[in-house]
């Protein structure tokens, strides 16, 4: 009889293929430079407009000084997992300071933020509880339940254990959870309430504390999740939480065990991000105000941007192979983007997905403008006519509209530089 090859299914996969034959592949591109908001790729310098490097943490010149000193000291490897002989004294500061940085108890920093949110979700939601997502939640949310089970438990409604997980920022679209409301039926419900704030850590909040300080409840979120490989210029995954909880997890999630724990410059890098984030609030505002300029800016064109009120910008094209040559146009003018294409988000509502960092100069967003108008109006996306010109000097002096106060942001960066005494050793103002 012949038997079933688990190979048949590599053979028979050509969609990748055919976008590749068709010159429009989008997806693997090489870098040959640092992550800065140009980089160079094919041997020619492109405008960065799809990167995570929120603050431009990744090149600041502290946080590589920082890590190279990490690997003189402790050497490139961890060389085993947080369980056992892979922790050193770097991740248990860094877990301290994240700690303290969110208000929370405890902190435990796992390889990768997908590794977190897997071990966070699996651990703390066991057989007899319940787990409720959203469907646009990232999928290493999704990842850590067992979907079937989910619907199973949740079509009966008993007391339950409850988790609500949610993004605060959500990656494709850009919009921001109404995590009042979600706090609110939490605790009509007796559910905790974990946020994974991913693209909201260093980007949300008068201190860039993230979606509960936004919404001024962060002491209703239960659970903090953030990746250092966002804002933070590294790699990592943390949870922040309550100390039984974060013991708990500690001692039993199993992508925290039975991995190699992150390596000593990736830490370090961690560990002066959350410095520099204190100490450059100008960035956050720097952000903010590209952020303002690019959604206004793609709305004068024409474009559709969904519900985003955030960095991340994705402008509606509509069909797939339209999104992959919208993308290719752009790569081609020096404008370097993420197409996201179905089934990643629903069929005919593939989307170029664009995001800001507080680098991006007024000359990198009026190149990225001019771009997407040429192409979106060759591919007949937005309709033709001029666009406004941004005068940035004046729109600098009207005040780009913050979601925080300023004042509130310069009362709590002072404490939290105050703060920063306590873990450094030294005053790092
Ligand atoms: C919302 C969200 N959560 C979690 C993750 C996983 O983080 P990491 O890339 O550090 O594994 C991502 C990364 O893309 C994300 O967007």
Known sequence: MNQPDVFTKCVKFTTAREV???????????????????????????IVVCSNNYLGLASHPKVKEASIEAIKKYGTSSTGSRFLNGTIDLHEKAERKFAHFVGKEAAILFTTGHHSNMGAISTIVGKGDIILIDKLDHASIIDGCDMADLERQLSKHQDKGKLIVVDGVFSMEGDIINLPEVVRLARSYGARVMVDDAHSLGVLGETGRGTGEHFGIESEVDM???????????????IAGRDEVIHYIKHNARSLIFTASLPPAQVA???ASLDIIAQEP??????WKNTRIMNEGFKALGFDLRTSESPIIPVTVGENMKAFQMWRML????VFTSPVVSPAVPENQAIIRTSFMATHTDEHLEIILDAFEKVGKQLGIIPGGGRRKIDYENEAKKGWRLPFSRAKMAAATKQWIKNLWSFNGSNTK
Do not use: N
Request: proline fraction near 4%.
């Open 20 to 46: 590749m034959a068709a010159g429009v592949y989008p997806y693997f591109h090489k870098t040959e430079s640092g992550q800065g908001p140009e980089v160079v790729i094919d041997g020619k310098k492109r």
């Open 282 to 287: 100008e960035r956050r505002l720097r952000l």
């Open 224 to 238: 903090i999740m953030a990746t250092a490989s966002k804002s933070l210029g590294s790699i990592g995954g943390f």
């Open 331 to 334: 790569f081609d003018m020096g």
């Open 269 to 271: 890098a961690i560990d």
